[in-house]
Each structure stands twice: as C-alpha cells, then as structure tokens.
C-alpha cells in the first residue's frame, strides 16, 4: 500500500509543480505571456470549447470515478494493483487538464482557461492520496 500511495503523490505533487512552475515564469516575465492571442483566433475558440467541455466533464467523472460498480469491485478484488491503476487514472484525468489549461491560458492571455485550471485546482483536495483515503478506497 505504501508503494502504490507514493507512487500517486508523487504524480500529484509533480504535475502541480509543473503548473506552478509555468504560473512563475509566466507572472515574473521569463516567458512571454499571450505569445498566440492575436494568432489562431479560430484555434483558441476550438479549444476553448474543448476544454470547457474536458473540464466540465472531468470533475464529476473523476469525483465518482471509484463509485461504478466495475471500478469497485475492481479495487475490492485486486487492491493494491487496482488502486494503483484506478488512482493514476483519477489523478491524470483531473491534472492534465489543469496544466493544459494553465498553459493555454498564458498562451492566449484568455481568462476562461486560467478559471478552468482554478476550478479543476479546487477539486483536487477531494481525490489526495492520503493514507486514510487510500485504505478506505480498498475497503468493502
């Protein structure tokens, strides 16, 4: 159990950095903030409406993710291996969002992308990895 919980909190802590990291090198200057919002302006509404709909469609499947019958019976059965499998796809499916959308953001210079990253960052204290959480995921 202790391998399979480090294993997911190190996804969880890496890929927070790495939007973090963006946020800091885009907010101090060392990288150029809206470098495409006067380019591609077909491109930024195609993605736009893709990532509304990525987003809203990510949170609640992430959020009751381990509640599907098939999912649960998974992590009942095989435990650690599911949980492990289960977990990263819970994780992935919330934090690659969040840094596409943190990088679109500071590409295009629009707003909906930096609120979409706000709100996919604010789901994440529900699917930590804690200890608790990871015993209780296995459990009947």
Same mark, same amino acid.
């Given at each position: 159990?202790?391998?399979?919980?480090?294993?997911?909190?190190?996804?969880?802590?890496?890929?927070?950095?790495?939007?973090? &990291?963006?946020?800091?090198?885009?907010?101090?200057?060392?990288?150029?903030?809206?470098?495409?919002?006067?380019?591609?302006?077909?491109?930024?509404?195609?993605?736009? &409406?893709?990532?509304? &709909?990525?987003?809203?469609?990510?949170?609640?499947?992430?959020?009751?993710?381990?509640?599907?019958?098939?999912?649960?019976?998974?992590? &009942?059965?095989?435990?650690?291996?599911?949980?492990?499998?289960?977990?990263?796809?819970?994780?992935?499916?919330?934090?690659?969002?969040?840094?596409?959308?943190?990088?679109?953001?500071?590409?295009?210079?629009?707003?909906?992308?930096?609120?979409?990253?706000?709100?996919?960052?604010?789901?994440?204290?529900?699917?930590?990895?804690?200890?608790?959480?990871?015993?209780?995921?296995?459990?009947?």
């Amino acid at each position: 159990m202790k391998q399979v919980r480090l294993t997911l909190t190190v996804l969880f802590w890496t890929i927070l950095a790495l939007a973090l &990291i963006t946020v800091v090198l885009f907010e101090t200057g060392v990288l150029e903030f809206g470098f495409y919002a006067s380019d591609q302006v077909q491109a930024e509404f195609l993605l736009t &409406i893709m990532m509304e &709909i990525l987003t809203l469609a990510a949170i609640p499947v992430a959020l009751k993710l381990f509640k599907f019958k098939s999912v649960r019976a998974d992590l &009942i059965a095989r435990k650690h291996e599911a949980l492990r499998k289960w977990g990263l796809l819970r994780l992935l499916i919330l934090l690659v969002p969040m840094l596409v959308n943190t990088l679109l953001y500071y590409a295009y210079g629009k707003t909906t992308f930096g609120y979409m990253a706000i709100i996919l960052c604010l789901t994440l204290p529900f699917v930590y990895p804690g200890k608790e959480r990871c015993e209780s995921e296995v459990e009947e």
